[in-house]
T-cell receptor, first 116, second 117 residues
Framework: AQTVTQSQPEMSVQEAETVTLSCTYD???????LFWYKQPPSRQMILVIR??????QNATENRFSVNFQKAAKSFSLKISDSQLGDTAMYFC?????????????FGKGTRLSVIA | GAVVSQHPSWVICKSGTSVKIECRSL??????MFWYRQFPKQSLMLMAT?????????EQGVEKDKFLINHASLTLSTLTVTSAHPEDSSFYIC?????????????FGPGTRLTVL
């Protein structure tokens, strides 16, 4: 079974600064996807970024980037130029590669507060 | 693209009644949808996997007779909480998998807050 661990329950960052959220996972699979989802106070789950395990290049989406270390089973999220709207719960998630019928395995989440 | 809707967004019902929650993928087809439950300040807990045209697969500890799931079409899955009790009060979220293209990605509905009095 796969597990996802987020070791930072809460973090805070000053507006415009950079913050890194940690995530490690355990799996025996070789083909899989990793995701970061954001859940703001509205509770809508929003996809932030995704990474295919077979790709060595780290995914980036504007101010969001990941540091994917497959051998270490580590998948951290870096948020640059933090904005007040980034305040949210962030979940790291794992999904086996399949034909779309496998669920996500979530970490417990990291609550990020961006301070003005 | 990749929008998932959920209805209703919130519902209050009396103990003993049944409540139906709908999950729709608006701009893509999904052979598989997932239902999650989330308690305050906790992560999402998978309840069941909903497969179009076949029976749902329930996670251990989830009562299939209490949480009825029907995946009637490639864009609609429903969760019915039967004979609801106060302990069923929670936030229920569905997701649907968009396949193909760059790979599989799950998109989430906005959630349904259920309060059982």
């Amino acid at each position: 079974a796969q597990t996802v661990t987020q070791s930072q329950p809460e973090m805070s960052v000053q507006e415009a600064e950079t913050v890194t959220l940690s995530c490690t996972y355990d799996t025996s699979e070789n083909n899989y996807y990793l995701f970061w989802y954001k859940q703001p106070p509205s509770r809508q789950m929003i996809l932030v970024i995704r990474q295919e395990a077979y790709k060595q290049q780290n995914a980036t989406e504007n101010r969001f980037s990941v540091n994917f270390q497959k051998a270490a089973k580590s998948f951290s999220l870096k948020i640059s130029d933090s904005q007040l709207g980034d305040t949210a719960m962030y979940f790291c998630a794992f999904m086996k590669h399949s034909s779309g019928n496998t669920p996500l395995v979530f970490g417990k989440g990291t609550r990020l507060s961006v301070i003005a | 693209g990749a929008v998932v809707s959920q209805h209703p967004s919130w519902v209050i019902c009396k103990s003993g009644t049944s409540v139906k929650i709908e999950c729709r993928s608006l701009d893509f087809q999904a052979t598989t949808m997932f239902w999650y439950r989330q308690f305050p300040k906790q992560s999402l807990m998978l309840m069941a996997t909903s497969n179009e045209g076949s029976k749902a697969t329930y996670e251990q500890g989830v009562e299939k007779d209490k949480f009825l799931i029907n995946h009637a079409s490639l864009t609609l899955s429903t969760l019915t909480v039967t004979s609801a009790h106060p302990e069923d009060s929670s936030f229920y979220i569905c997701s649907a998998t968009l396949t193909g293209g760059p790979g599989d990605t799950q998109y989430f509905g906005p959630g349904t807050r259920l309060t059982v009095l």
